[in-house]
């Protein structure tokens, strides 16, 4: 292996390390994109609330109880619950980001930040502390 | 003395075990500028004329109810993690209603109903007056009522904010069409009817995270029933918020056991409207 490509392979290797660990940037997993279009951190989540029976326990006691959105308030943040089908009147850009991910397989937690900019989509995290941890990579 | 229990992320609430708990049910009998006692209003349903399944705006509450045996370990989960309506309230800092001397019970369960919901959805707070729907409702007149009148009146009209009807007042001249636009950003659209009588659904329901308006026939009064708490017995009661303003028991909350917190009717809340903007 050439000095050439030995470089190569550490440059991508400290990439990839930053794009994990965050290197004091922010994880993007995926995308890193500020996903809500609203300053600062975000978090939104969109679950279909009359199905909360087939989940298991911990994740339905999390998705409607006050960890998460107190994690946000604490942080500065904003919080959202919503149904996909119950949207009205939902101020603008909630909105838009149910549209964009509502066909993603609920239930889902959208999590934004325009400073530093970040974000994440995925699956509504087992837990509390699944979640928390999941959050505290996208606040300062 | 009132017998207290200790409900965890909610506080010390006082228990309703009879109708004689006379520290709860002679509040302020003597203490008029603190509200009016037995102001309630509840006049339960005629199942004749109004047969389960037929409230317009109400679907048949038919999910899976938890099999009794698997209540206190739920119940303990969901409080350990503030995972009930009343977490959401205590939390919130806020007031519970107070009707004050109006026999409006059945529009105020209905209305905190909306409000709990809100707090749920993460919504800024916004205090609604309930008086605006009641008495629109009620041609103004001071007449008790029951949930179905509300929840049509709700979901097609709405209710409107607090600083557009002041407290329990009946005046007609403050329906405006400032006060109509208003009170459409405050519609409830998503409702569920309980089965009469059936403590198995309003404890699915709130463990489901749906807060529950419910009507006692013993008390001649609906409230809204917001968490679940494991009575030493082992079994279960709920938390009901009242409407007769934060002097009440604790910031408006009690438990009720299931003998008293059995309800004849009862409507859960799912989804509310999410306007933000007055």
Not at chain 1, 2 to 27: D, S
Not at chain 2, 134 to 142: L, S
Not at chain 2, 230 to 259: C, Q, T
């Amino acid at each position: 292996m050439t000095n050439a490509t030995k470089f190569k392979l550490l440059f991508l290797m400290a990439i990839a390390w930053l794009a994990v660990r965050g290197g004091g940037a922010i994880i993007v997993d995926p995308g890193g994109e500020a996903y809500i279009d609203t300053d600062g951190f975000a978090v939104l989540v969109i679950e279909e609330s009359s199905e909360r029976h087939k989940l298991p326990v911990e994740q339905k006691n999390s998705i409607i109880g006050t960890a998460v959105p107190q994690f946000v308030a604490i942080n500065g943040g904003k919080f959202r619950r919503v149904d996909p089908t119950e949207t009205e009147t939902l101020d603008d850009p909630w909105a838009s980001a149910v549209d964009e991910f509502e066909d993603e397989g609920l239930p889902l937690i959208v999590i934004s930040n325009t400073d530093p900019v970040g974000g994440y989509v995925g699956e509504y995290p087992e837990n509390d502390a699944a979640a928390i941890e999941l959050m505290e990579q996208y606040v300062d | 003395m009132t017998k207290t229990i200790e409900v965890p992320g909610v506080g010390t609430l006082p228990v309703i075990e009879r109708k004689g708990d006379t520290d709860l049910f002679g509040f302020d009998s003597e203490k008029p500028d603190e509200g009016t006692a037995f102001s309630t209003g509840y006049i339960p349903r005629d199942l004749k004329e109004q047969p389960y399944g037929s409230i317009e705006y109400a679907t048949p509450f038919d999910l899976p109810s938890p099999s009794r045996s698997d209540w206190p370990e739920l119940v303990r989960a969901y409080n350990a993690g503030g995972a009930s309506p009343a977490h959401h309230f205590i939390n919130s800092g806020k007031e519970c209603s107070n009707q004050n001397g109006l026999p409006y019970c059945w529009i105020h369960g209905s209305v905190q109903n909306l409000m709990v919901v809100r707090m749920m959805q993460g919504l800024p707070y916004v205090y609604l007056e309930p008086t605006s729907a009641g008495a629109i409702i009620k041609r103004f007149a001071q007449r008790g009522g029951n949930t179905p009148e509300a929840i049509k009146h709700l979901a097609e009209h709405g209710v409107c904010e607090g600083s557009l009807w002041p407290p329990n007042k009946l005046d007609r001249d403050l329906v405006t069409d400032e006060m109509k636009e208003n009170s459409k950003k405050y519609r409830i659209t998503e409702w569920f009817e309980l089965r009469n009588n059936s403590f198995e659904q309003t404890v699915a329901s709130l463990l489901y995270g749906y807060p529950v308006t419910v009507g006692f026939s013993w008390w001649g009064h609906m409230v809204l029933a917001v968490g679940l708490a494991v009575m030493d017995d082992g079994s279960i009661g709920i938390i009901m918020l009242n409407s007769w303003g934060p002097k009440w028991g604790f910031r408006g909350l009690a438990v009720l056991n299931e003998k008293m917190g059995t309800s004849f009717d009862q409507f859960a809340l799912r989804v509310g409207t999410y306007s933000v903007v007055a």
